[in-house]
T-cell receptor, first 112, second 112 residues
Framework: GENVEQHPSTLSVQEGDSAVIKCTYSDSASNYFPWYKQELGKGPQLIIDIRSNVGEKKDQRIAVTLNKTAKHFSLHITETQPEDSAVYFCAARTEGTYKYIFGTGTRLKVLA | GAGVSQSPSNKVTEKGKDVELRCDPISGHTALYWYRQSLGQGLEFLIYFQGNSAPDKSGLPSDRFSAERTGGSVSTLTIQRTQQEDSAVYLC??????????FGPGTRLTVT
């Protein structure tokens, strides 16, 4: 069945450095890739998304890149801040369906 | 405006008891999802409602789990004869279309 692998499971960076989280999906028909940030005790919050007709999307310090050939997509956070510390999830959805397949999450720690 | 709300925020129950978890989606959102998140894990799809269509129940782990959505708005997830392995955070999400899911804060269920 469909699968989304996410790496790394934990990531520690110094404040101001960049962080990169990578996901690989298995279903070549996947066409929508959201990223969620989940803070302790809260539900996941959509932070950025990308559709398959776009290779890169940026929103201030956050960017997502998509390589359809390799079935990879990545989240890039620049100039990290302590408030970026959270668990980040990637997901993939296949065109014509409504089911999302989620990665297992990355715990990001930004060290002050 | 108001986001997705869930109640209760925490529920402790004894093994074998039934529990009901409630979700109030964002007004006007026709799609509603239930997910289960076990400790340190990703999100596991349980069930999906879209408008007046028959729900997709394919993610429900056993026949002890059921869900309803009344009037196209509020949804209730019911777990009968709870088991310890049912302990998890149950998340509800709603969306206008299949993109941009908005999550509630979740209900943490503990079965003792």
């Amino acid at each position: 069945g469909e699968n989304v692998e996410q790496h790394p499971s934990t990531l520690s960076v110094q404040e101001g450095d960049s962080a990169v989280i990578k996901c690989t999906y298995s279903d070549s028909a996947s066409n929508y890739f959201p990223w969620y940030k989940q803070e302790l005790g809260k539900g996941p919050q959509l932070i950025i998304d990308i559709r398959s007709n776009v290779g890169e999307k940026k929103d201030q310090r956050i960017a997502v890149t998509l390589n359809k050939t390799a079935k990879h997509f990545s989240l890039h956070i620049t100039e990290t801040q302590p408030e970026d510390s959270a668990v980040y999830f990637c997901a993939a959805r296949t065109e014509g369906t409504y089911k999302y397949i989620f990665g297992t999450g990355t715990r990001l720690k930004v060290l002050a | 405006g108001a986001g997705v709300s869930q109640s209760p925020s925490n529920k402790v129950t004894e093994k074998g008891k039934d529990v009901e978890l409630r979700c109030d989606p964002i007004s006007g959102h026709t799609a509603l999802y239930w997910y289960r998140q076990s400790l340190g894990q990703g999100l596991e799809f349980l069930i999906y409602f879209q408008g007046n269509s028959a729900p997709d129940k394919s993610g429900l782990p056993s026949d002890r789990f059921s869900a309803e959505r009344t009037g196209g708005s509020v949804s209730t997830l019911t777990i009968q004869r709870t088991q310890q392995e049912d302990s998890a955070v149950y998340l509800c999400a709603s969306s206008v279309q299949v993109y941009e899911q908005y999550f509630g804060p979740g209900t943490r269920l503990t079965v003792t």
